[in-house]
């Protein structure tokens, strides 16, 4: 099971780094931080704030993994919380959410503030 438990966790961590990488490259392909956004016809474009965050700040991701690791290793013996699989369902919903989170961010890093 410890097999399973490696697998998932180099995913989560290879989806956080793929995830902040490809929303640095989106980013800089639309001029950030030098140019800021273009400006729309109801109001001024500017970047979305979840996007920003996950730029700036978007490497603190990579201890979420470390932290499931760490708990679902701790229950390999004996259940914490929750059993091992559980553990490795958790797992896999917190890959799906990087996976959203950043897909989200890259598709819309702009929002548009009124006048």
């Known amino acids: 099971m410890f097999r399973y438990i490696s697998i998932v966790a180099l995913l ?5 780094t ?8 989106t980013l800089k392909a639309q001029g950030y931080p030098h140019d800021p956004p273009f400006l729309a ?3 001024r474009v500017v970047w979305s704030p979840l996007t920003l ?6 490497l ?6 470390v932290v499931w690791t760490i708990f679902t290793s701790l229950s390999l013996n004996r259940p914490i919380i929750f059993s091992q699989g559980v553990w490795l369902i958790i797992g896999v919903v ?3 959410a990087i996976i959203v989170l950043f897909l989200y ?3 819309q890093r702009y929002a548009v503030v009124p006048n």
Do not use: D, Y
Not at 18 to 25: K, M, N, P, Q, T
Not at 60 to 65: I, K, S, W
């Open 60 to 65: 603190v991701l990579l201890f979420v993994p």
């Open 94 to 96: 917190i890959s799906i």
């Open 53 to 58: 965050l996950l730029r700036r700040h978007g």
């Open 105 to 107: 961010a890259c598709v």
């Open 18 to 25: 793929f995830g902040f990488f490809a929303l640095g490259i």
């Open 41 to 43: 016809s109801l109001g």
């Open 12 to 16: 989560q961590l290879m989806l956080v």
